[in-house]
């Protein structure tokens, strides 16, 4: 009866997976949200919920875990890819290989559906509330808080059909890959790399020249957008009594940086472990622990291939109409990725430790986010 509510920090996709989860089965919430509404660090930015790392449809493996579907969406079955020697590559697929949804507080969005349900079974979200310590019983789900990638350019308007494009290029995308979105009306257009955060903003200029010349890329309105993911996996995640979820425990696809699904696969298992007193850190071991190996033992293969290698993969990707089944084969675990992951934690590791950005007299999404972070 008097049971101590159970407080959560963050309210972003993992934060407030683990809300509705614990308010379902009858517990008192709250969560704190350090911003003035949802979603704040991408505002209207859009973005992939990942379809090809589990057999299970993202959307029904969603309402599996009892979590809204009622969002804007796009199923991206049909795209175009260019190498860096801007040779065209059609990629289609029978299945979804993401949906395209809209991140933020605006109507429709992934956001938005999240916090609605929440309220409705009674969870008190309390914004512009940032969390230093839970005293009693919580979750911890307060997102990156250091850079292994960046992702940098534009939100803006656009008449364009809803889409997919994207160029694997050092030159616009150092170790990682530049990208179009485009969802009802309003598409985002990024660079997103893995090394010398330095020289972003020559890299989003070539981004956004590129897609200008390729497929007439327009954009009205247009607002710079960028942001910064976390790769970081630990043995526990843990902090004393407190599971931690999404990517503040650094739970991401660390190839590509896709980490919406295992925010809200882990924001759940955090409320599960509170509810039924397991042990969170064997709960996600067993869920997801080895397909983020396997995407850390894919990032160390990628980040070998350079422009030539990055051709050599998009000539195999495009062979055939369902780019949905090689991609899954790519995440699928097996004991040759298993052997490999010690030596792909290593690159990782030195791969992270770019010393091109030297810190000084510099405005990089990564400086900017340690300025954010000593605040
Ligand atoms: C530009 C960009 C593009 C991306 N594109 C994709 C994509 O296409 N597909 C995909 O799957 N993933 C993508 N990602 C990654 C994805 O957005 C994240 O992995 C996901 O949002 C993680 O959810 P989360 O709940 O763990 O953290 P967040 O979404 O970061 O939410 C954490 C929340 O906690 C709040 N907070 C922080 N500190 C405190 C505190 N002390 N007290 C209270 N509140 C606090 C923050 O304000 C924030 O709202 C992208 C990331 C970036 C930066």
Redesign the pocket.
């Known amino acids: 009866m008097n049971e101590e509510p159970i407080i959560i920090?963050?309210?972003?996709?993992?934060?407030l997976a683990a809300a509705i989860t614990l308010a379902t089965n009858g517990k008192e919430v709250i969560v704190?949200?350090?911003?003035p509404f949802?979603?704040?660090?991408?505002d209207g930015?859009l973005?992939?919920?990942?379809n090809w790392s589990r057999k299970v449809d993202i959307l029904e493996q969603l309402a599996t875990l009892g979590l809204s579907v009622d969002f804007r969406r796009h199923p991206a079955i049909f795209g175009l890819g260019f190498d860096a020697w801007r040779t065209e590559y059609i990629v289609s697929s029978k299945t979804p290989l993401?949906y395209t949804i809209e991140?933020g507080p605006g109507e429709g969005s992934f956001d938005t559906a999240l916090l609605n349900q929440a309220e409705s079974l009674g969870v008190e979200v309390k914004f512009n509330?940032?969390?230093?310590n839970i005293p009693g019983p919580g979750i911890l789900?307060?997102?990156?808080k250091r850079a292994d990638a960046i992702?940098v350019g534009y939100h803006f308007r656009t008449n364009a059909a809803n889409g997919f494009w994207f160029v694997c290029d050092d030159e616009l995308a150092p170790g990682g890959y530049s990208y179009v979105l485009v969802l009802d009306g309003i598409g985002t257009v990024?660079s997103c790399m893995f090394r010398d955060f330095k020289n972003e903003k020559v890299y989003v200029e070539r981004t956004v020249t590129a897609f200008e010349r390729l497929v007439g890329l327009e954009m009205r309105d247009r607002v710079p957008?960028?942001?910064?993911?976390n790769f970081t996996l630990r043995g526990s995640e843990q902090s004393g009594k407190h599971p931690i979820?999404?990517?503040?425990a650094g739970f991401?696809d660390t190839l590509w940086?896709?980490?919406?699904?295992?925010?809200v696969m882990s924001?759940v298992l955090a409320a599960r472990s509170l509810l039924k007193n397991l042990d969170y850190d064997s709960l996600w071991k067993r869920e997801f622990r080895s397909s983020i190996e396997v995407s850390v033992v894919n990032r160390a293969f990628y980040s070998m291939l350079g422009n030539r290698g990055y051709r050599w993969a998009l000539r195999k990707l495009a062979r055939g109409d369902n780019l949905h089944e090689h991609l899954s084969e790519i995440y699928r675990p097996s004991k040759l990725k298993r052997l490999l992951l010690p030596i792909a934690n290593i690159r990782f590791k030195s791969l992270r430790d770019d010393e091109t950005c030297c810190h000084e007299n510099c405005e990089c999404v990564f400086c900017r986010h340690c300025e954010e972070s000593r605040t």
């Open positions: 920090a963050g309210a972003g996709p993992a934060g704190h949200e350090a911003q949802v979603g704040a660090r991408f930015d973005q992939g919920l990942e993401f991140r509330s940032r969390l230093k789900a307060t997102g990156p992702a990024k957008h960028a942001g910064f993911g979820a999404g990517e503040q991401q940086g896709f980490g919406i699904r295992y925010a924001g």
